[in-house]
Each structure stands twice: as C-alpha cells, then as structure tokens.
C-alpha cells in the first residue's frame, strides 16, 4: 500500500512539474510580446542571421554536372548512360503496348511490328487474374481495362502501364537488396534509417528538380524519380519480414548446412515471401500515385491527361483520366495481393512437357499471337473505334454549372464564413508567435513525451526552418495542415465509430475510403477549383478530402481490435452501450486513434505541395516555384523544411501513442 502511495505521490510530484514548465514557456511568451520592439528578432528571424544553403546546394550540383570529371567519363556522361540503360527496357515495354516498333522518329517513323491489340491485353490481364485469383478477379481487371478502352482512355494508359511495368520492378528489386543488406548490418540499417524517412517525408517535388537536371527531361526522369517515392516501403517491409522469419527455421537451414546465401535464397527469403509481397504491393501503389507528378517532368499518360485537364478546368476530362488511374490502380494491386497470397509452387515432374509445365504462359502467347492475326483482319481488334468510345465529360461540366448558378450564394457564405472567422484569424495567430517561443515548446513536448534525444530533434529541427529564412511559410503550412487535420478528423472519427459498430456501415465506408485512397491527388483539386476558385479554402477542402481516409480507417480499426473480455466485463457491470464506447473502446482505441490522425497529418502535408497549384503561400508553393524554376537549392531546403515538420509531428505522436499504450498494458 505504501509503495502504491509513494508511486502515486511521485507521478503527481512530476507532472505539477512538467505544468510548472509548461507555465514559464506561457510567461516567456507573453515577456516576448511585452518586449517586441525591443528584440523583435524574436518574431522575425534577422535576414542576416539566414543560412545560405539553397545556394549551396545549387552551386554544388552546377559544380557536380559540369566540373566533376572521373577521368574515363563525367559526372553528367554517367548519369545519361544510366538514364540510356533505363531507357531500353522502357521503349520495349512502350513498343509492345503503347506505340508499337518503329523505325525512325517524329512524324516520319514506320511501324515494323503493331502493338499488342487492346483484345490482347484484356485477355492476358484477365488470364492473370484467373491464375492468381480465379473467375472473379479475372472478370475485376477484365472490366477495369475494358473501361479504359470504352472510355477513351486506352493510349495514355498503356504508356503510363509501360512505366510502371518497368519502374515496379526496379524499384523493388532495389529495395529487396537494400533491405537485405539492412538486415544482414545493424549499422547499414541504422544508416538507412534517416535516409528512408527523408525519402517518405520530402515532397516529390522537391526532387523533380535535381533529377531533371540529372537525367533530362523525359520518362526515365520520371521513372527515376517514381522509384525514388516508391522504394522505401520495400526497404522497410523487407527488414520486418525477414527479422519475422522464426529463428527455428533459420536454426534448421544451418544445421543443414546451408551456406550464407543458401540461407538467404532456400530459406528466409520464400519463408518471408507473403510479408515482402506486401512491400511489391506498395510500391504498385505508389507509383501509380506518381503518374501525375511524374507527368510534369515528361512521363506523359494519364498522368498529363489529368495535370492538362486542371489546367483548362476541363472537369469531366480530369475526372475520366483520374478514374483510370484508380482502375488501373484496382487492377494491379488486386493482382498483386492475389499474387501475395499464392501458395508455394509445388515441385514440377520432369517427365511434363512444355505445356504442362507452362500452361498460363503459353495460353498468354496464344492470346497474344491470335489477336494480332486477327487484328490484321477486324481493326476493331487491334484499336478500339473512336465511334464506339464514350465519354461523361460534358455531364461533369453540366454539373458542376448547375451547382454553380443555383448554390453560389450559399458556398460563398460558408466559404467567406470560415474565412473570416477561423481561417484568416488562426494564420495570423500563428504568424505572430515569437519563433524562439515555438522552438522553445517543441522541445519541451519532445522532452516530456519521448525524453532529450526527442527534444534535441524536435528543437534542432524547428531551428533549421528559421535559419533556413522559411518560418513564416512554415507557419502558413501548419496553419492549413492543422486546420485541415482537424476538420478532417472531425468528419473521420464520428464515421470510424459509427462503422465500427455496425457491419453493413463498415462494408459501405471500406469501398468508400479504398476509393478515396486510389484517386490520385490532382483529382481533388478540380472540383473545389470549379466550386470556390483558387485560394486558401480550395486548398483546404482538397487536403481534407485527401487526407480524410486515416483518421477513418484507423479510428473503425483500433475500436474493432478493443479485446472482447473487456467489453464482455463491461456488459457484466451493468454499462449501456454509450458507456462501453466512452469509458472502454474510445480510451483503449486512443493510441490506435492518435495513428490514424498522425498518418492524416502526413497525407495532409504532401497534399499541400500540389494545393500550391491554386494558389497556397506555404512550403508547398515555395516547393513549386522551385520546380518551374529549375533552382535546386531552393526546392531542396523547402522539401527538407516539410520533411522536418512532418518528422517532428511523427516522432511526438509516436512518443505519445507509445506512452499511452505502455499506460494501458496494451503496449
């Protein structure tokens, strides 16, 4: 009982302390405000106290392009000899599905070979839905590329499918190679580490701009930079699985005598299988959400159709294009999940013949040969009619018109309305905030959630943006994501409740939020565009469509995963149904909860670099002038400001939710 008491008393002791710290960084703020004209450095960091590393940056890469010399070859001859090497497979892949083999270039080339018929791509495609899935994946991505076809659609989405049939590949062998060797070193992994979560948390286009100018203007640049924003979830995923192979089969491998790289290939790795195809899966994703940005530096595709369609405010066209990325989205990671989930191949007798050995790839080559006979007899076969294609794009117009005559009066109150009283008075809240202030707060919340290293990060980090001369845009960036969060969590947490309680709700919100999960980026910037022009608000209600989906996910996840004898002895006590929501699920869901938001405020953060497109002052539109400016430097340090924040969040979040779970013995 005493010892329960001392606890007790020394819990409370520590957090009337950490109240007391929390009180003097209030009145140091309020001092700061009392004193502005005497140290106003303490609102606007000093011009002269700015570190130069955006021209640093830029001069090295000037210095890397057209001074460094090997010898033998140049910096820049390397890097166009390896953008040629990507560039081979790329133009088989283009060849067969997109442009067919030409000789020539321009308007002068002739075709030698055509391209595989649209017949004979849906038929492979569902031949490979009915090898990995059955009937009902086959008819799935039958019925997703027959779109693509029916609609128009068909010429830019082979040419974004030949990129992806070569970036996904490469990216994933890449990051199964790295994640070995991560695995393999515990210091190649500790490494790795802050080189990964930079990947994931720098803006896309902050790198558009060093890989253009590395390897030009065209696909492979985009390839490149697809694998880039790609590869890190393999890396990761590959680690995990294979410190998950149980060390009883490792064990086993040894005694058997299995060399190192026996081990690896005979054992861990097609023990490892089904988590690392996980890792393939999401690089399938994530590289379709980059046909858009990687459109900008010449990938081409649907990705352009969407990015020309914003542009000319071309609704029902971005609508269409933005569909057929999410179908072709649909198809592949369906595919890949089924591939995922196939059993080990059993042994082949080699008394089968070739078609016994190879039915699916023969059948492929079948379909293959017989539509291109045939198209050379029916040229409905090999391109689909013009006639015959449909489209909806005047209806989305239609809408959008009407909604535009008959409701202005209405969006333009609740725009103006959250405007003037909550947008426009938390920016400049935030843009008053003495800097040193907010440094000062940050590492005093790493400090108390996750210890000092917590703190130095958090606090080193926010000093960087000052020195780096991007604190206001930064606080324009948190402005919008913290908004946009909120509000987002706001509409997320109320439907992840209410679909974790009924069943027919949660099937419903699944097929909704998956949706929502595949519809590239760009997608959500027409209709707010049409609706409320440019501006803050458009950006706003863009972010909290985009980034909606986690706080939903997570929050129906963490309630469904509550353990059942809590809740059974909750029932046992006598509580209604509200009671065991508030006072059991909700509480040992928060930690679960806190995730989901903490994965909104990352989505939120890299959709605010393509918000920059209609009209944001935050990071993201500094991120974007960089782009359309080719200055490296300049994209780099925005991107890294971003990365920065979204790290500090991730790590205080994290810290917490561990906490709180540790708290709860459910850690």
Not at 191 to 211: H, K
Request: one cysteine or more; hydrophobic letters at 55%; aromatic letters at 10%.
């Amino acid at each position: 009982m005493s010892a329960t008491r001392h606890s007790t008393a020394s819990s409370s002791l520590t957090a009337q302390r950490w109240w007391a710290i929390w009180a003097g960084l209030l009145a140091f703020t309020l001092l700061c405000y009392l004193l502005k004209d005497s140290f106003p450095w303490m609102f606007k960091y000093p011009r002269a106290w700015i570190w130069p590393l955006r021209f640093w940056i830029s001069d090295l890469m000037k210095w890397l392009m057209n001074s460094l010399d090997f010898g033998l070859f140049t910096f820049r001859e390397a890097t166009r000899f390896f953008s040629w090497i990507i560039e081979q497979p790329y133009w088989v892949a283009k060849s067969l599905l997109s442009s067919g083999f030409l000789k020539g270039q321009g308007s002068g080339a002739i075709e030698i070979f055509p391209r595989l018929p649209w017949v004979g791509v849906i038929g492979i495609v569902m031949l490979m839905g009915w090898k990995v899935g059955g009937r009902n994946l086959s008819l799935l991505v039958g019925a997703c590329f027959l779109y693509l076809a029916i609609f128009g659609q068909w010429d830019s989405a082979m040419i974004t499918l030949s990129s992806i049939v070569i970036s996904v590949p490469l990216g994933v062998f890449v990051g199964l190679l790295l994640g070995i060797q991560a695995h393999r070193s515990a210091r190649f992994n500790q490494a790795l580490s802050p080189i990964l979560d930079l990947m994931q948390t720098v803006p896309v286009f902050a790198y558009l701009v060093p890989v253009l100018i590395l390897f030009g203007f065209g696909p492979v640049s985009a390839m490149i930079a697809t694998i880039i924003y790609a590869m890190p979830p393999m890396v990761r995923i590959t680690i995990l699985a294979l410190q998950k192979v149980p060390d009883e089969i490792v064990e086993f491998g040894k005694m058997a005598g299995c060399s190192s790289r026996q081990l690896l290939m005979k054992v861990q790795l097609p023990t490892a299988k089904p988590a690392i195809m996980v890792g393939v899966n999401q690089v399938v994703m994530l590289s379709l959400n980059m046909v858009i940005i990687a459109s900008m530096i010449g990938a081409g595709g649907l990705g352009f159709d969407v990015l020309n369609a914003l542009r000319r405010l071309k609704i029902g066209e971005g609508i269409e294009a933005g569909v057929a990325i999410t179908l072709l989205a649909i198809a592949l990671d369906r595919l890949s999940q089924a591939l995922a989930n196939q059993p080990q191949p059993a042994q082949i007798p080699a008394s089968q013949n070739l078609l016994q050995k190879h039915p699916y790839l023969l059948a492929a080559a079948g379909i293959a040969i017989a539509s291109w006979l045939l198209g050379l007899v029916v040229p409905a076969v090999h391109i689909f009619p013009e006639e015959w294609q449909i489209s909806t794009g005047s209806f989305w117009g239609d809408v959008v018109k009407y909604i535009n005559i008959n409701f202005f009066d209405e969006l333009d109150a609740v725009k103006n309305f959250l405007l003037l009283n909550i947008m426009i008075p938390t920016k400049r809240f935030l843009l008053s905030l003495p800097w040193v202030a907010v440094v000062i707060g940050v590492s005093i919340a790493g400090a108390r959630l996750g210890g000092w290293r917590l703190a130095l990060l958090a606090g080193l980090s926010a000093i960087f943006i000052a020195t780096v001369g991007l604190w206001p845009k930064a606080m324009i960036t948190i402005y919008l994501c913290g908004l946009s969060v909120i509000i987002a969590c706001m509409i997320g947490i109320p439907i992840g409740v209410a679909a974790s309680r009924n069943e027919n709700l949660h099937r419903i919100v699944q097929v909704v939020i998956d949706t929502l999960q595949t519809l590239p980026s760009f997608v959500y910037l027409m209709p707010v565009v049409m609706l409320f022009r440019v501006g803050d608000f458009a950006a706003m209600l863009a972010v909290i469509a985009y980034a909606v989906v986690p706080a939903i996910r997570y929050t129906d996840h963490g309630i469904r995963n509550v353990p059942p004898h809590l809740i059974e002895a909750a029932i046992a006590t006598g509580c209604t149904k509200r009671q065991i929501l508030w006072k059991v699920q909700m509480p040992l869901a928060l930690p679960e909860i806190m995730l989901g938001i903490n994965q909104t405020i990352m989505m939120a953060l890299s959709m605010l670099v393509i918000t920059a497109l209609v009209g944001t002052r935050d990071l993201g539109q500094e991120v974007y002038i960089a782009l359309t400016k080719a200055d490296i430097g300049r994209g780099i340090v925005a991107g890294l400001a971003i990365s920065l924040i979204a790290i500090i969040v991730d790590r205080l979040i994290g810290a917490w939710s561990n906490k709180r779970k540790r708290e709860l013995g459910i850690g």
